[in-house]
Structures are given as C-alpha cells and as structure tokens.
T-cell receptor, first 114, second 111 residues
Framework: DGGITQSPKYLFRKEGQNVTLSCEQNLNHDAMYWYRQDPGQGLRLIYYSQIVNDFQKGDIAEGYSVSREKKESFPLTVTSAQKNPTAFYLC?????????????FGPGTRLTVL | GQQVMQIPQYQHVQEGEDFTTYCNSSTTLSNIQWYKQRPGGHPVFLIQLVKSGEVKKQKRLTFQFGEAKKNSSLHITATQTTDVGTYFCAVSGVNDYKLSFGAGTTVTVRA
C-alpha cells in the first residue's frame, strides 16, 4: 500500500524539550514538505526538500530543524526555541515531474506541549 | 510565497442548497490547486487548474479559473453532509513547486 505515514498521531511533551516527528513515504517522490496547521488557519510551510541532503526554509522555519538523509524520510524536530509549538503538523510529498504536481499528505501529528 | 485570500471563512449551508467559495490573488497565478480536509483528517487533492477561464467538473463540484488568472471559485450544488470539511486553494509560482495555501473555507451542513 503506497502512501505517507506519520507517527505518532498524538504527542505530548513538556516545555523545553526537543521532539522529533517522523514522516516516511513509499511513493518514490522527490519532494517532501512540512506544514503547520493552527485552528482556523491554513497550512503554513515550515521546511521543504527536493533532493536527499538538501532542504530549504519555508515561511515559518524558526525553532524547527529537518534532515533528509534518505529519499523516503523527512523527520522534523521541534526545538525548545519554538515559542508556540502546540499545533497539528502535516507532512506531504510530491513528484517533481512537470511544473505542477499535487501534494499527498500524511495523517498528521497533533503535538501538545504542556 | 504568493498570497491568496479565501472567502468566506465559514459557510453554513442547508442540505440541498448550493454554495460557492472563492480564492483571490492580487497577482497573476500560474496555476491553482484545490484541496479538501475533512474534520480530523488531512488535506486531499481535488483538482488543478492551469488555463485562463478553465472550468472543470467533478460530479456536484465545479471549479473555475478566472480569465485573468487572479481568482478561482469552487461551486457545490445540492450540498450533502459528505461535503462537510474545509476547502483550501493553493498556488505556486512559475517554476516553483512549493505551494502557498489559503486560510480555507470551513463548510458545515444543516440537515
């Protein structure tokens, strides 16, 4: 079954702790993305990557870090520097064939920082 | 990234009625995509529009791209409870694969 997986679905952390959210895809997509979604708002881009070992900052990268050591994996670390980390985090992937490509989303991780 | 405004933010619809949600930009868009997110779920791609004046239909959903490629609309006829969710438009720049999402229109349906 092809798709994107994110784990865990719900995550609780204490303030001041770093936490890593996983994202894995078996769609053979080159590009992967991380978004943050807050209630009543759209999706805001945190980081994105189009190739292994390369990634770019999105609109709200401060307090976050990523790595892309494998094509299939794009983990996101929410650091203690992120001032308001409680949110719904969505990972997505897409091909880069052609100019316009739909994005496939994972089920998301809902992070709550206590 | 490019900015798009979606209106209305909320749409309360009587079952069986029609409604339209709009996506507007101050700049010319190269393309626009529409996604639907069910409550508690993740966004799912619906359609992509590329050509000026393009109209595409998916059963009761009609998508349109404006002649000037600065706006788009999604029209749903005979709304059903399965239409509940948030509809997002998303745009990308020329030769740019990343998307900028609108804030979405959240649709609720009264039976």
């Amino acid at each position: 079954d092809g798709g994107i997986t994110q784990s865990p679905k719900y995550l609780f952390r204490k303030e001041g702790q770093n936490v890593t959210l996983s994202c894995e895809q078996n769609l053979n997509h080159d590009a992967m993305y991380w978004y943050r979604q807050d209630p009543g708002q759209g999706l805001r881009l945190i980081y994105y990557s189009q190739i292994v070992n390369d990634f770019q900052k999105g609109d709200i990268a401060e307090g976050y870090s990523v790595s892309r050591e494998k094509k299939e994996s794009f983990p996101l670390t929410v650091t203690s520097a992120q001032k308001n980390p409680t949110a719904f985090y969505l990972c997505a992937s897409s091909t880069l064939a052609g100019n316009y490509n739909e994005q496939f989303f994972g089920p998301g991780t809902r992070l709550t920082v206590l | 990234g490019q900015q798009v405004m979606q209106i209305p933010q909320y749409q309360h619809v009587q079952e069986g009625e029609d409604f339209t949600t709009y996506c507007n930009s101050s700049t010319t868009l190269s393309n626009i995509q529409w996604y639907k997110q069910r409550p508690g779920g993740h966004p799912v791609f619906l359609i992509q529009l590329v050509k000026s004046g393009e109209v595409k239909k998916q059963k009761r959903l009609t998508f349109q791209f404006g002649e000037a490629k600065k706006n788009s609309s999604l029209h749903i006829t005979a709304t059903q409870t399965t239409d509940v969710g948030t509809y997002f438009c998303a745009v990308s720049g020329v030769n740019d694969y990343k998307l900028s999402f609108g804030a979405g229109t959240t649709v609720t349906v009264r039976a």
